[in-house]
C-alpha cells in the first residue's frame, strides 16, 4: 500500500529477485499507478527504469488502484504510505502524522477473509504498532488472525536501486510470541533471496521502529556537526575538507556523511529528528529532546548562513540582481525536492528582490512551485508577483547570462563540467561563485576572474 519513492522501489526489487512472488502495488492515486504502469515513471531514480520492466514483463508485478481486492488476495501487506509531520494539533511542527497508517490498517480489517502479515515499511513513531494491531484486532472478521511486523526501510534517494538490490541491512521487528517470529522468519525468507542471512537483524517490534528514528537522527546529527564546524573553519582559516578527510580517516568516524554543504534537506531527516524530539518530550525527557533539536536547528542556520553570505558578499543588496541557482532538487540524481534547501535559499534571495533563474536537470516548474507552497507557503496567492522572481532555466548557460552570481545547490555532476570560462563571459561583473556543495574547481574559478565562495573554505 503507497506506490511512493519507498513502496514503488521496494517492491519493483521484491518482483525481480522474487520470480515466484506475485506484487501488487496499490495506491490511491490513479495518476501515479497510471505514471507506475507507463514508460515515464513517476519518479527519477537511476536504474529503477530497467528493474520495473523485469517485474513488469515478467507479470509478476502490478500496479493498481484495486486496493480492496488486492488486499484480500494478499498474505503479506506492506504499509508504505506517507507519515508527514503534523500540521495541526496534538504536536503540530514535529510528532508524526500516522493517519494514513491507520486507514491502511482498517481497509486491510475490512477487506480480510483470510490470515495476513502486515508490515510496517513507513517510518513511525515507536509503539505504533500497537495502535496498527488494535485497529486490525478489532476490525477483524470472525477467524481471521493478523500479525504485524516493523520492516523500517533505509534506501536513500538517489542510490536506491543499489541500497535496495546491496542493503547494508533488513531489519525485521516482530512482536517475541510464537506467531510473532513465525511470521518474522516468513519475511525474512523472502529477504533471503538476495540478501544475505546474517544481514537480516530481528529485533522486538519496538526497536525496530525505534532503531529506523535513530539511524536518520545519526546521520543528520554528522551533516549538522560538520556543518557546524565548516562556519569555524570559516571564522578561522581551517579547511572543512581538510577536517572531514582528517577525522574520516579514523575507522571509529568513518568517512561517510561528513560533506559540508549548505544544509540537509529532504522528506525524511528533519521530520524523523522532531518525531525522536517530540518523543523525547512526551516521555518527559527534555533534555533529550533538546539534545536532538539543535540538529534540525543547526541545519536552519547552516541554509539561513549560505544565504547571509550571499547577500553580503554582493555589497549588501541583491535587489534586481540576477542570480543563478544551480540545482533545485535536495541532492543530486533525484527530482525530489521536498525540504531542499535550494527553496529556503531562493525564499531568502527573493526577499531580498533578486531574481533567481533557476536550472536543475530534474526538476520542473510545477514541482519546483509546489515545493515553495507546501514548505514555505510562499505562492502567488500567498505572494501576489512572486512567480515572476522564479525564472525556471532549462539550461546552466543561459541560468547565468548576465547574472551577477551562481549559487550551486545541489552537487549535480554536470555542474562540475560546465565550461566556466563561458559562464564568467557572459555574467555582469564582478561575477560570484557560491558554492554550497564545494564541487567546483575553486582555484580554476578564481583564475578566470570569479570571485568564489565555497563552504567552509578559506577565500
Ligand atoms: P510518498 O509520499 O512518495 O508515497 C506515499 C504514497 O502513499 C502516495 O503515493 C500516497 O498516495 C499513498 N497513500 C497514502 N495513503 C494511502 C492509502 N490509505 N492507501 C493507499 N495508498 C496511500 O512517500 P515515501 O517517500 O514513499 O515515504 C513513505 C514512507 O517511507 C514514509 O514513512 C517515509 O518516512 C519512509 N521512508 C522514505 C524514504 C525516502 O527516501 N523517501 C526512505 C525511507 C523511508
Ligand atoms: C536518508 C538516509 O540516508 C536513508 O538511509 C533513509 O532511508 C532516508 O533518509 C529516509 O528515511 O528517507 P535521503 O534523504 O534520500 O536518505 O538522502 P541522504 O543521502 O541521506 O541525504 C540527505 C541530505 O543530507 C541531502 O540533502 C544531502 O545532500 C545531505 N548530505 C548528506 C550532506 O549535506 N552531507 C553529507 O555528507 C551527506
Known amino acids: 500500500m503507497g506506490a511512493g519513492y519507498v513502496g514503488g522501489p521496494t517492491m519493483a526489487v521484491i518482483a525481480k529477485m522474487c520470480p515466484k512472488i506475485l506484487v501488487t502495488v496499490v495506491d490511491l492515486s490513479q495518476k501515479q499507478i497510471d505514471a507506475w504502469n507507463s514508460d515515464s515513471l513517476p519518479i527519477y531514480e537511476p536504474g529503477l527504469e530497467e528493474v520495473v520492466k523485469v517485474g513488469r514483463g515478467r507479470g509478476n508485478l502490478v500496479f493498481s488502484t484495486e486496493i480492496e481486492k488486492s488486499i484480500a488476495e494478499a498474505d503479506v501487506v506492506f ?10 494539533g496534538i504536536g503540530a511542527g ?65 542510490t536506491a536501486v543499489d541500497d535496495l538490490e546491496r542493503p547494508s541491512r533488513v531489519l525485521l521487528g516482530s512482536l517475541q510470541s510464537d506467531a510473532g517470529l513465525k511470521a518474522c522468519q516468513v519475511v525474512a525468507n523472502v529477504y533471503a533471496n538476495w540478501v544475505p542471512r546474517e544481514k537480516i537483524l530481528t529485533t522486538n517490534l519496538w526497536s525496530s521502529e525505534l532503531g529506523k528514528l535513530v539511524a536518520n537522527a545519526m546521520l543528520a546529527q554528522r551533516v549538522s556537526s560538520v556543518n557546524s564546524i565548516s562556519a569555524l573553519c570559516e571564522a ?8 572531514s578527510r582528517s ?6 568516524i568513518g568517512p561517510k556523511f561528513l560533506q559540508a554543504s549548505v544544509g540537509f534537506g529532504g522528506s525524511c531527516f528533519q521530520k524523523d529528528i522532531l518525531n525522536l524530539v517530540y518523543l523525547c518530550e512526551s516521555y518527559g525527557l527534555n533534555e533529550c529532546a533538546e539534545y536532538w533539536n ?17 547577500v553580503r558578499s554582493m555589497f549588501n543588496t541583491v535587489t534586481g540582481k540576477k542570480i543563478a541557482l544551480f540545482g533545485f532538487a535536495f541532492k ?23 531574481k533567481v533563474h533557476v536550472y536543475d536537470p530534474q526538476v520542473s516548474r510545477e514541482v519546483m512551485m509546489m515545493e515553495f507552497n507546501y514548505t514555505l507557503g510562499l505562492s502567488e496567492a500567498t505572494k ?40 564568467y563571459d557572459s ?33
Open 384 to 423: 501576489p508577483g512572486f512567480g515572476d522572481y522564479v525564472i525556471t532555466e532549462t539550461d546552466p548557460y543561459e541560468a547565468a547570462d548576465g547574472a551577477h552570481a551562481i549559487a550551486v545547490v545541489t552537487e549535480w555532476d554536470e555542474f562540475k563540467t560546465l565550461d566556466y570560462q563561458k559562464l
Open 247 to 252: 577525522c574520516g580517516t579514523d575507522p571509529r
Open 332 to 354: 543530486k540524481d533525484t527530482g525530489d525536492t521536498r525540504e531542499t534547501a535550494a527553496a529556503f535559499v531562493a525564499r531568502d534571495l527573493i526577499e531580498e528582490q533578486a
Open 94 to 158: 514535529r510528532a508524526a502524522n500516522v493517519k494514513n497508517c491507520e486507514l491502511c490498517a482498517r481497509t486491510i480489517a475490512k477487506v480480510s477473509t483470510s490470515d495476513k502479515i502486515v508490515v510496517e515499511k513507513s517510518t513511525v513513531p515507536v509503539r505504533t504498532s500497537d495502535a496498527v494491531r488494535s485497529v486490525l484486532e478489532h476490525g477483524a472478521n470472525p477467524g481471521v488472525k493478523f500479525q504485524v511486523l516493523s520492516n523500517p526501510e533505509f534506501l536513500a534517494e538517489g
Open 427 to 459: 555574467m555582469s561583473k564582478p561575477a560570484f561563485i557560491f558554492d554550497g556543495r564545494n564541487i567546483i574547481d575553486a582555484p580554476k574559478c578564481r583564475e578566470i576572474g570569479f570571485q568564489v565562495y565555497s563552504i567552509g573554505k578559506p577565500v
Open 79 to 88: 504499509i508504505s504510505v506517507n507519515t508527514p509531520t503534523k500540521t495541526a
Open 294 to 310: 539543535w540538529v534540525v536547528k543547526m541545519n536552519d542556520y547552516q541554509k539561513s548562513r549560505f544565504s547571509l553570505k550571499i
Open 236 to 243: 578561522t582559516g581551517a579547511n572543512i575538507a581538510e577536517i
